[in-house]
Structure formats: structure tokens, C-alpha cells
């Protein structure tokens, strides 16, 4: 079993940037991060591998979001830079068994409780 805990959500402008970090209780697999707006599915977001060295992003945030890990802390980050309204969602921290990262929501076993992040116009 894992648990996830994420943090770093808020109000921001548009434009502005946020850090969201997932703290796992132990050491996991691929992670990923996922969001899921108000009346919408939710949708994958970013995914990295195990070491670091793969990482995956949806065409939305490719270019403004950055996804990392610190292994030692447990600790995943996503880094959300020139953000928009329509990145206003409940964000989810994920981790999955496998090594490589995933962008399909079912390969993820462990989920957190989510953290809002909210960009005005």
C-alpha cells in the first residue's frame, strides 16, 4: 500500500505558476499526475518513470508544466508555469507499478485525495 498526500494547490492569475508536490509513503513506481475539472473526465497531465529519465506530458501543458522526482524524499513535483483558466481543476497525484511512465489511468494503483488549483482571469 501507498499513500499519497498533495500540496502546493491555490489561487493564482493567469500567467502565473504554482508548485504542487505529492509526498508518497513509501518509494513507488512511475508516478503521474492526472486533473479532473468540474462536469469533465479526468485527464492525465504529466508521468515520469521511476529514475527520472522518462517523463511524458499531454499537449496542453507541453511547454509550460514541468514534472520531477526526488527519490530519496519520496517526492514527485510538478511545476506549472503561464497557467490558464482552463487549467483549473482537482489535481491527483498517481503512482503505478510499473516502471515506465503512463499516461492511461488505469495502470495507476494509488491515488491522493487531490488538491484545487484555480486561475483567474
Known amino acids: 500500500q501507498v499513500q499519497l498526500v498533495e500540496s502546493g494547490g491555490g489561487l493564482v492569475q493567469a500567467g502565473g505558476s504554482l508548485r504542487l508536490s505529492c509526498v508518497a509513503s513509501r518509494r513507488a513506481y512511475a508516478m503521474g499526475w492526472f486533473r479532473q475539472a468540474p462536469g469533465k473526465e479526468r485527464e492525465f497531465v504529466a508521468a515520469i518513470s521511476w529514475s527520472g529519465g522518462s517523463t511524458h506530458y499531454a499537449d496542453s501543458v507541453k511547454g509550460r508544466y514541468t514534472i520531477s522526482r526526488d527519490n530519496p524524499k519520496n517526492t514527485v513535483y510538478l511545476q506549472m508555469n503561464t497557467l490558464k483558466p482552463e487549467d483549473t481543476a482537482v489535481y491527483y497525484c498517481?503512482?503505478?507499478?510499473?516502471?515506465?511512465?503512463?499516461?492511461?489511468?488505469?495502470?495507476?494503483?494509488?491515488w491522493g485525495q487531490g488538491t484545487q488549483v484555480t486561475v483567474s482571469s
Open positions: 498517481a503512482a503505478a507499478p510499473i516502471e515506465v511512465p503512463s499516461i492511461t489511468p488505469e495502470e495507476y494503483r494509488y
